[in-house]
């Protein structure tokens, strides 16, 4: 495999590379060695290093691993012309130009702010705030910009707190480039998460039914209360508040129940069912309940206590 790659090497770049000592022209056909390089994780490639004559090419030759970032790594020429030559024996090496070393480093960019803040938020988000609404976080001190490689860069969160995010949070966070670590830092983040949730728009009287209360939805930070809210728009024909609630104020789950049907100490109808036999008489509730609950009652007659399970206004169902 490596002398076919070398013979098509040589059909292809032995014209560009294997020039004679001098142009037409009179001038030299030289290659020139840059003084300094930028490279990046992919490695140092020979086409980095050489300036070529004009209209001449250099083919992707890879000659090393890139240095470490923040690390300079120096190539004499011959060293160049070593690493060329192993692997492409017809590269003409004669005419080279130049500094009798090249000094490489990795290509870099400041890493400032903004940027950092754009991966965290969106990792938190993905991994953290889900669909509990959108994440908007904020430092509560100034990133100091750090030199990092000018190429892709992933982040990863390696400690949170046990509750996830907080108002208050700091997680502890990594950045990669590729496999390469760039550094690891500790953030804190003041932090909302926005959503819609129903709202009232007017005062609401307990018991008041909330399909037909003024209720809109209002973007708001759900992060500072872990309560749920009533479903939107409002579905149940029988759901009512189980407070009165201030104009303004979320609507949690808490603060609606299903309307009461049955009050305590009323008198109503009973069905006993045991397979085909069924049998009616009068029971007094023992408890308040609305459509579908369980709520206890009792027969005047025996002072038994049952359970019954609501069908209607004056009606339950007592299965022995």
């Known amino acids: 495999m490596n002398m076919m790659r070398r013979l098509i090497f040589c059909l292809i770049f032995a014209p560009v590379l294997v020039t004679p000592a001098r ?6 056909a030289a290659f020139q060695m840059k003084a300094e390089a930028k490279v990046d994780s992919a490695g140092i490639f020979l086409s980095q290093l050489i300036i070529p004559y004009p209209h001449a090419t250099l083919p992707e030759l890879r000659l090393a691993q890139a240095p470490v970032l923040g690390q300079t790594l120096s190539l004499s020429r011959q060293q160049i012309i070593e690493l060329a030559t192993n692997a492409f024996p017809a590269v003409n090496t004669t005419n080279w130009s130049g ?12 890493l400032c702010e903004a940027d950092v803040m754009d991966m965290l938020r969106a990792v938190l988000q ?6 509990r609404g959108e994440l908007e976080i904020h430092p509560t001190r100034p990133w100091q910009p750090v030199a990092a490689p ?5 982040l990863q969160v390696t400690v949170m707190p046990p509750a996830g995010i907080l108002p208050n949070v700091m997680p502890t966070f990594e950045i990669l480039c590729g496999k390469e670590r760039v550094g690891s830092w500790q953030m804190p983040l003041q932090a909302r998460i926005w959503r819609e949730v129903p709202v009232a728009h ?13 209720i809109a939805l209002e973007r708001r930070d759900v992060l500072s209360g872990h309560e749920a809210y009533i479903p939107y728009p409002v579905s149940d024909a029988m759901l009512e508040t189980a407070a009165s609630i201030q104009a303004g104020s979320p609507i949690w789950s808490r603060l609606a129940r299903e309307r009461t049907v049955l009050k305590r100490g009323q008198m109503v109808e009973a069905l006993f069912q045991q397979g085909l036999l069924t049998i009616s008489l009068k029971v007094e509730t023992l408890e308040d309940g609305a459509l ?3 709520v206890r009652v009792r027969n005047p007659s025996t002072r038994r206590e049952l359970y019954g399970k609501i069908q209607t206004e004056n009606l339950v169902l007592i299965t022995l």
Do not use: N
């Open 99 to 110: 500094p009798v070393a090249v000094h490489i480093s990795r290509r870099v960019r400041q």
């Open 202 to 214: 007017s005062p609401l009287l307990r018991g008041e039914l909330l399909r037909d209360a003024d």
């Open 150 to 154: 000018d190429e892709t860069l992933t």
């Open 292 to 294: 579908g609950q369980t």
């Open 23 to 28: 142009r037409a022209c009179g001038e030299p």
């Open 126 to 131: 993905r991994d953290y705030a889900g669909a």
